[in-house]
């Protein structure tokens, strides 16, 4: 078992014991039981920090895309950095409130905004609205009339790049619904720069996820900063652009760039294209948090079969959706290396909730007994905020921790939480 984990630096070994930062996880699975989220404080301020040094000395704002991981203390986290919010609902900017976040940092993107948000929004005084299509713009145009008010703008343009990831993660192609088609661009910013209740102040992209290659955003940023020009050769300015979120982190030997190191290539392009100085705003999430996570589950059972042997855990789908969802990859390490309590065997790991899709890692050689724990490695990201009640399994608890100091930040979900809201029928 390697001491440490590139993708993780946060997380170690030490005394063959599994550490985040300065706390053994064996003994935060034992103070607050499994399945339990467990966060570096520390890993969540050093991806910011890489995107900080990246864009030192430059107008930007860092908007965490909050749909990654919206645990109000992951918010706080960020807020109290200076981060902005991408947000992608009105509960979602409930949560920023709730947090102490700043709503003028706040951007509102997302395909089905409702009348009720778009006024909640407006309320609260949002910095911008992303909008996705052409009858939105006409919406919250009504909307922002009805109120007396000016609704700050930024069109999501779907640049129309591959960003090389899995179909699912994958926004910036045409056959996608996000975004309006690049050739319609100019139309709709006319169109919108005519209405009473909209104030352009933007644009917008975000043309995927996990994406581990610097390419697609150098195309991506060419097409937008053309169509800045066609815009603005238009008369409508735009004061900031927004180049979306999407950096890849290392799961399984990924190599992404750094975020000052893609950044001091955007920027170089950026420059010699004029727009240096232009407001920038990104809308990082899964490379602020998903490496700052893992998630403890304690083995339950084992079960040999002729083809394949199963590891049961007592975390899920309804906790971990990534495999299920997207075949994705989690590491899965033992807590404690100190004396191996079986020989290593070839296990696919699963949860109890009954579905076939029900997997966590495949064909992995571990060396576990019941009772034993596990580590789901970079589990910060589009987990907990993803984490279901199928099955009626209460969502596990989230710990932060913070050198030596951890903090219980989620309660576990109670089986009565669960029904709070039901009724029978009298
Ligand atoms: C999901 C999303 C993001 C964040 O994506 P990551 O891959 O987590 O960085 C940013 N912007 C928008 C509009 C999104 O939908």
Redesign the pocket.
């Known amino acids: 078992m390697p001491a440490t984990f590139p993708g993780q630096p946060f997380f170690h070994y030490a005394h063959e014991q599994l550490h985040v930062e300065d706390c053994a996880l064996n003994t935060l699975a034992e103070q607050f039981g499994t399945p339990l989220f467990v966060y570096s404080k520390a890993a969540m301020l050093s991806a910011l920090a890489a995107y900080q040094r990246g864009f030192a000395g430059r107008k930007a704002q860092i908007c965490y ?1 909050m ?2 991981n919206s645990t109000l203390a992951v918010l706080q986290v960020f807020a109290r950095a200076g981060c902005g919010f ?1 947000i ?1 609902s009105g509960g979602e900017l409930a949560r920023v409130i709730a947090a102490g976040g700043d709503v003028t940092k706040v951007i509102f ?2 395909v089905g905004k409702t009348r009720a948000e778009m006024r909640l929004a407006l309320e609260t005084g949002i910095g911008c609205f ?1 909008v996705e299509s052409e009858s939105e713009i006409d919406v919250l145009n009504e909307v922002a009339t009805a109120m007396g008010l000016r609704a700050p703008i930024s069109i ?1 343009v779907n640049p129309n790049v591959d960003p090389k990831t899995h179909p699912y ?1 994958s ?1 910036g192609l045409k056959g996608n619904k ?1 975004g309006i088609a690049h050739e319609r661009t100019l139309a709709v910013y006319q169109h919108a720069a005519a209405l009473p209740g909209l104030k352009v102040v933007g644009i ?1 992209c ?1 043309i ?4 581990t290659e610097v390419n697609p955003y150098l195309d991506a940023m060419d097409r937008m900063l053309d169509l800045v020009e066609t815009i603005e050769s238009h008369g409508i300015a735009i004061e900031h652009i927004d180049f ?5 982190i290392d799961y399984q030997g990924d190599t992404p760039p750094q975020a000052d190191a893609l950044w001091a290539q955007l920027l170089a392009k950026l420059d010699a294209r004029g727009f240096g100085q232009r407001k920038l705003m990104i ?6 948090v ?1 490496n700052a996570g893992v998630c403890v589950t304690e083995v339950l059972y084992l079960k040999p079969g002729e083809q394949k042997n199963f590891c049961i855990v007592d975390a899920a789908m309804n906790d971990l959706p990534r495999p299920a969802m997207y075949q994705a990859f989690h590491a899965i390490v033992p807590l404690d290396t100190s004396a191996p309590s079986a020989p290593t065997a070839l296990y696919d790991v699963v949860g109890p909730v009954c579905e076939s899709g029900d997997w966590i890692g495949r064909d992995r050689s571990l060396q576990v007994a019941p009772g034993d724990k596990v580590a789901v490695m970079s589990a910060g ?2 987990c907990m905020s993803m984490a279901s009640n199928y099955n009626a399994r209460g969502r596990a608890a989230e710990v932060l921790v913070e050198g030596t100091k951890a903090s219980l930040v989620r309660a576990r979900e109670a089986v009565s939480d669960l029904f709070a809201s039901e009724s029978l029928v009298g």
């Open positions: 895309a749909k990654a991408d992608v993107s997302g992303n999501r993660i926004t996000f917008d975000h995927g996820s996990q994406i979306g979120g999407g950096l890849g809308e990082p999430g899964r490379s602020l998903g990201a589009y």
